[in-house]
């Protein structure tokens, strides 16, 4: 090059502008057919998942493979597998923090319901443990849901943990401020159950986030994929629905770990 741009009396810089320069093309590897066949298989069974959490899929098949989340991004963004962004913003700042550094010292609970096609709705009351994310405990109904309802779980979380009829030290139940938690036989039971009663302000189910999270996730990952023709159809699989999400769902915070994963590891 240098002897060119000499004999024609110009810079080597003026030269390289007038090269031909290669397009480039999408950056792909042989392997990434297999990959994506993979893939494939995994987004069938779990449309909601994005690239992280079908990234912790693939390294739980095959654990000895070294699968990178980046490379799994670049694969579903050119087969157009990936999710659409959410955008929404929170309203207002919520500095506390609900989530614990160990397991059994603080657990949430909340309700939520499931509108069958037919019309009618099941009911659903959880624990959730603020370090690990297990669903200690759960209750349904295809009725609306009492204050009796929730000791039954409280006495099953307590049952689930410790095999006991009260937790071998305190250990706060937190919230929010329906009928059912707020009763005084509930704050009662929970009290004798050895459980420190918790509940967020009103107006703020922002403060109870990990539960709320979790009424999100199970809906979107679980409900809204399954038929759903009537309460009694519902009621029988939400038994597997739980297993599944503490056994195999991976969670960011646990370092895309499931539940069950992360409760062996830490044991």
């Known amino acids: 090059m240098k002897r060119i741009a000499e004999a024609l009396g110009v810079s080597r810089s003026h030269l390289t502008t007038f090269a031909a ?12 057919k297999e990959l994506l066949c993979r893939i494939k298989e995994i987004v069938d069974v779990r449309p909601t998942y994005g690239y992280r959490r079908v990234t912790a899929v693939l390294k739980r098949q095959r654990p000895d493979e070294l699968v990178n989340h980046k490379r799994v991004y670049r694969v ?20 506390g923090k609900v989530i614990t550094l160990a397991s059994d010292l603080r657990w949430c609970s909340d309700m939520f319901e499931l509108r069958c096609w037919n019309g009618e709705k099941v009911y659903v009351a959880f624990s959730l443990d603020c370090c690990d994310r297990e669903v200690i405990a759960w209750v349904a109904s295809d009725q609306p849901l009492a204050g009796a309802h929730v000791r039954d779980l409280m006495a099953q979380s307590v049952e689930a943990r410790f095999k006991a009829t009260c937790v071998p030290h305190p250990i706060e139940w937190l919230s929010d401020n329906g009928p059912p938690y707020t009763a005084a036989e509930t704050r009662a039971f929970g009290d004798a159950c050895g459980l420190l009663v918790r509940n967020t302000p009103s107006y703020s189910p922002e403060s109870n986030g990990m539960a709320e999270a979790f009424v999100k996730t199970f809906k979107r990952d679980y409900a809204y994929l399954a038929d759903l023709p009537d309460a009694r159809t519902v009621l ?15 969670h960011k915070g646990l370092k895309m770990l499931s539940p069950a994963e992360f409760r062996a590891n830490s044991a």
């Open 236 to 250: 029988v699989q939400l038994a597997n629905w739980f297993d599944d999400y503490n056994q195999h769902h991976p």
């Open 76 to 95: 579903m963004r050119q087969a157009e597998l990936l999710l659409q962004r959410h955008a929404e913003k929170p309203q207002r700042a919520h500095e």
């Open 21 to 32: 320069v290669k397009e480039r093309g999408p950056y792909c590897k042989v392997a990434d």
